[in-house]
């Protein structure tokens, strides 16, 4: 039902405007990875102020600060709704069981931070660009991979599947 909904509100977004420079399927992914990133933020301020309390973590072994720790609670709350988001509303393949498409999810998830990483070092360390355009240039690096391992990888539609929707 929620999924259906958001279906609908992508599809009074997607303006013919919109139309002649992007295609639904990007269009939709950017609508529900802006929908997460938004959750990911509000979750983030409230686990942050309310839950950590601003305060640095002590776990016996080692002392967590408290942006770390609220990221560390943050990421499964978004890993899921981006997982959902992905595949109700952006790609809507059901041919794969939830189990198969939830690891490819995690495999992707996990190249998207290796990349993030291995990008801000490049960037940052060996271009001597200056971190915050780093960031910009690794954030569409990222998108761009994320996109394109979610549409031929996670949510990939099989080939009968794609022959019935055509």
């Not at 939830?98 to 490819?104: K, P």
């Amino acid at each position: 039902m929620i999924a259906k909904l958001l279906i609908r509100a992508v599809d009074a977004l997607y303006i013919p405007q919109i139309r002649r420079f992007i295609s639904r399927d990007i269009f939709c992914y950017g609508v529900c990875g802006g929908v997460n990133m938004v959750l990911d933020t509000l979750w983030y301020f409230i686990l942050y102020h309310f839950v950590v309390c601003e305060r640095f973590v002590n776990l016996g072994f080692v002392v967590v600060s408290p942006h770390i720790a609220t990221l560390c609670l943050v990421f499964p709350i978004t890993f899921f709704t981006g997982f959902w988001l992905n595949r109700n509303v952006a790609f809507r393949v059901t041919h794969l069981k939830s189990r198969r498409q939830l690891l490819r999810y995690a495999i992707s998830v996990a190249g998207s931070i290796v990349i993030n990483y291995l990008c801000m070092k490049l960037f940052v360390e060996h271009f001597n660009i200056w971190p915050t355009p780093s960031k910009l240039l690794t954030t569409i690096v990222t998108v761009a991979y994320s996109y394109i391992a979610a549409k031929y990888f996670t949510f990939r539609k099989s080939k009968s599947n794609a022959t019935k929707q055509e």
